[in-house]
């Protein structure tokens, strides 16, 4: 996948990806071999189920909620918060609501 460009204008983070009906919808940001940082948007009631990664990611809710689950405890992540996912931690998520993520995920 291409790496976005985003130099010229500051843009808000919530316009650069929109919401679509029953599915996920992502867009890379930057792609690098020490890690990249992904934009994702969740219709209500969708989601991820368990997985592990071998990085540490950093979860940034930039629109609306969803509850995550991180070594089988549930925590309900809202507008403007951060989670971070422990590297080989088992985690899954659900929207709540329709939300946004700003996924960081950090190789090195």
């Known amino acids: 996948m ?5 130099l010229g204008d ?3 983070l ?5 919401y679509q009906d029953g599915t996920v919808v992502s ?9 990249t940082v992904t934009l994702f948007a969740f219709d209500e009631g969708e989601g991820l189920s368990e997985h592990t990664t071998p990085f ?7 629109d609306g909620s969803v509850e995550i689950t991180v070594s089988g405890q549930t925590m309900l992540v809202k ?6 996912l422990p590297a080989d931690e088992p ?5 709540v609501t329709r939300f946004k993520m700003l996924l960081i ?3 090195s």
């Open 2 to 6: 291409e790496e976005s460009n985003l």
């Open 91 to 95: 985690h899954a998520l659900k929207a």
């Open 14 to 18: 919530t316009d650069l990806v929109k």
């Open 10 to 12: 500051a843009t808000a």
């Open 105 to 107: 995920m950090i190789r």
């Open 79 to 84: 507008e403007g918060e951060v989670l971070l």
């Open 56 to 62: 540490d990611a950093l979860v940034l809710v930039a």
């Open 27 to 35: 867009r890379t940001l930057v792609k690098k071999k020490t890690g």
